[in-house]
């Protein structure tokens, strides 16, 4: 019988069968595994097959993936971890303040979204406790992403017109939400159906940052069509394992340029007649995406390393 992974705890996989019923399954043991290098073998939004096996159900094969996400692992660095698969869209839930989400962060994500080929929305959540100096912020944050063609959606979980633009936006689909601990992910789920009953987390004082409540993804589902992708406060998002020039594929703006530089293997640093650099400087490609464009490529510099060694 079919089923879609809502939540994988390492050896036990909770899997919706059709009839609505959710049961909880085991691995069979012979069952052959994607060739993926990773920690975990199924993912949540997984579509498996599952059988009776004495007295437990298994899970007996699993379905070719439209798409999955991943990011290195927490536990073992340099290693894959599937955050979730099958997915129709990606939702990073951010706040101006408490805790702040930086821009750098938000590139990564929509990085990583551009990677996969995940249609990406900022969700800029906590409107009704914002002063002044912060709108003015956040209205520089909008204006970056929206320039380049990233849909930003100012939201509040107590605001009842933006749960239902948000409901709206989540209909007939898989949307993974994503986020730092603290930026309300769990109150906007709350907010589309209360009886969930997700825990909220508070924010801790000395760091201004969100304190952990959900430790496994996990699929929820809001009804027969619409499911949502509840994560993990992530720190970083990232992706492993690619060429380093093909880094600014992954950003919009230099993508649309990156053909017109004198070379081909152009990293848009210090070589000349780099197009991307005129762009920049011209501002026709934001000071600060290009900031966290290079930020990133000296960061992924060690993992290219690493995976060149490995090859």
């Not at 053909?259 to 197009?275: M, R, S, T, V, W």
């Amino acid at each position: 019988m079919q089923g879609i992974v809502l939540k994988s705890t390492g050896s036990w996989y909770v899997v919706r069968i059709p009839s609505g019923e959710v049961v909880n399954c085991r691995l069979k043991g012979k069952i052959r595994l994607l060739e993926l290098n990773t920690t975990n073998p199924i993912a949540v939004g997984d579509v498996v097959e599952t059988e009776n096996e004495d007295t437990e159900i298994v899970i007996s094969k699993i379905y070719d993936r439209k798409n999955y996400i991943v990011r290195e692992s927490p536990k073992k660095k340099y290693a894959r971890h599937i955050i979730a698969a099958n997915i129709d869209q990606l939702f990073l839930i951010v706040t101006i303040a408490s805790p702040r989400t930086s821009t750098g962060f938000i590139d990564r994500f929509l990085m990583t979204a551009e990677a996969y080929h995940i249609p990406a929305s900022i969700i800029i959540n906590k409107q009704d406790t914002y002063d002044d100096i912060e709108l003015e912020k956040q209205a520089e944050m909008v204006e970056i992403y929206e320039s380049i063609g990233y849909p930003c959606h100012l939201v509040s979980a107590i605001n009842t017109d933006h749960i239902q633009l948000l409901e709206k936006l989540l209909n007939h689909k898989i949307t993974l939400f994503s986020g730092h601990s603290g930026v309300g992910k769990s109150t906007l789920i709350n907010a589309f159906n209360p009886l969930l009953d997700l825990r909220v987390g508070e924010i801790s004082n000395k760091h201004d940052k969100g304190i952990h409540t959900t430790t496994f993804a996990e699929m929820i589902v809001l009804d027969e069509n619409t499911y949502i992708i509840d994560t993990p406060g992530i720190k970083e998002f990232g992706i492993m394992n690619f060429e380093l020039e093909e880094i600014g594929q992954y950003f919009r703006e230099i993508k649309e340029r990156m053909n017109d530089c004198q070379f081909n293997n152009c990293l848009h640093i210090d070589e000349p007649n780099c197009a991307v650099k005129e762009a920049v400087e011209q501002g026709k490609i934001h000071s600060e995406r290009y900031f966290n464009y290079v930020s990133i490529l000296e960061g992924y510099k060690e993992n290219f390393n690493y995976w060149e060694r490995k090859s």
